[in-house]
């Protein structure tokens, strides 16, 4: 009896690997996304542009408002779940001040007028997961800036509403998938050198 129930165990515990595998190929997701993973409200006047940073192992964004509105920082570490830490306001200089750069809590800034901000555009996300009936996945009308941080696969968007935070995400390829799964069941020992 005591033989039967450790057979039984041994089977059970060999089964959960191959149903993890069949779960995670469910769950795969054939499309390609541009998906809005969070929202801040507006609290100060339009967004001029973004710039991005890293203070140790924290994110931050810094959004530039319209000339004497000062700037807003971020704590973007969790993309899903923005952190306003506050609204900066320039020391009092005796005129526009406009960002150079930013690096982790220093900033660079500037005493001459940026450049004329642009008209406010509509920014749309497309789907062409079907080529010949592509639709607008989403609409963002009167956006003053919009910047990528590439490395992240983050996109922000400012419009009138306040700050959107995007992510782009590339579907799994299911062939490397399966190439993996082979690999894992089956070990290196079946990929001879």
Known sequence: MRIYHLFSIVVMVAAIPS????????????????????????????VRRFMTTQHYSREY???????GQGVTLVDITNSSHPLVLGEVSYPASGGAT????????????????ALASSTAQSIRIMDFSDVKNPRVAR?????????????RRLIFVANDEGIWILHQRLA??????????YYIRYGPSMYPR
């Open 98 to 113: 406009t960002l150079v750069a930013v690096s982790g809590t220093a900033v660079l800034v500037t005493n001459q007028p």
């Open 19 to 46: 149903l993890d595998a069949k779960d995670k190929k469910s769950k795969l997701d054939p499309q390609d996304t541009i998906e809005v993973v969070a929202h801040i409200p507006a609290t100060t006047g339009p």
């Open 172 to 181: 799994e390829d299911p062939e490397v998938e399966r190439a993996y799964d």
């Open 139 to 151: 609409e963002f009308s009167r956006v003053t800036a919009i910047t990528r941080d590439e490395p």
């Open 61 to 67: 964004l810094y959004v530039e408002h319209d000339a």
